[in-house]
């Protein structure tokens, strides 16, 4: 693993860890009732923490950058870096998305937010906030299940990622050039997400695919459910 993998484990670490301290002071933190009563009580506090959203906030804290780290050297060193292995080390960054749960308690706590939405005089404004912040969280978790779909197809994001079937293989051989955007290469993470948020834009937004577009019959099905969820999101807007 090159000098620069690890140097991102380090930061990766280090946000790991203030999360994790982040949690834990969620046992010493008054919440709000419904009605916007702060509660001070701390056995009312730990047991609204641990019955709400605790094991969303210990399972998003999860070291994965630092287990797939070691997980890997260990895996190169004994020779043995199959594609299923590689990808049930790197699927753990999943555990990540649990940290979206605490959205809604900080949304309730926060007292900028509270603030915030009192000054907000218009209700059309305050419903526009909403749904922008709405599509940038569901463009942003698809994006990052087209780019994962592609590694899982694939089990590196080096040169295996061209020599297997996946949209980045298809896009990188009808499109690529010298000098354009490459997403080949564990380097090159901004790159592949980039790639994946256009195409995720372009599903909710319905303009229609250009030259990203699914490959492989996972893609496709990926794809579909994908449209159906956008459709349900434009509804609900």
């Given amino acids: ?33 419904p009605d916007g009563r702060l509660v001070f009580n701390l056995k009312k506090i730990r047991r609204n923490y641990l019955t709400n959203f605790f094991i969303w906030n210990l399972l998003g804290n999860f070291p994965s950058s630092l287990v797939y780290y070691y997980g890997y050297k260990n895996a190169t060193e004994e020779g043995d870096t199959s594609k299923t292995n590689i990808l049930l080390i790197r699927s753990l960054d999943l555990l990540k998305l649990c940290r979206l749960a605490r959205l809604s308690y900080l949304f309730r706590s926060s007292d900028f937010v509270i603030e915030f939405l009192q000054n907000m005089k218009s209700q059309a404004k305050l419903e526009l906030v909403k749904y922008i912040f709405l599509l940038m969280v569901t463009s942003h978790i698809m994006a990052c299940g087209w780019c994962f779909l592609a590694f899982a197809q694939s089990g590196s994001f080096e040169d295996d990622l061209l020599n297997t079937d996946n949209w980045i293989s298809y896009w990188y051989n009808q499109t690529y050039q010298e000098g354009m955007i490459n997403p080949v290469g564990d380097n090159n993470d901004k790159n592949r997400y980039v790639l994946s948020l256009f195409w995720s834009l372009q599903t909710i937004t319905s303009i229609g695919y250009g030259n990203i577009v699914p490959f492989t019959t996972l893609e496709w099905w990926f794809g579909c459910f994908f449209m159906l969820i956008s459709g349900v999101l434009w509804a609900y807007i």
């Fill in 1 to 33: 693993i090159e000098l620069d993998h690890i140097g991102r484990v380090i930061i990766s670490s280090i946000i790991d860890t203030i999360f994790m301290v982040d949690t834990l002071l969620y046992f010493w933190r008054a919440y709000r009732e």
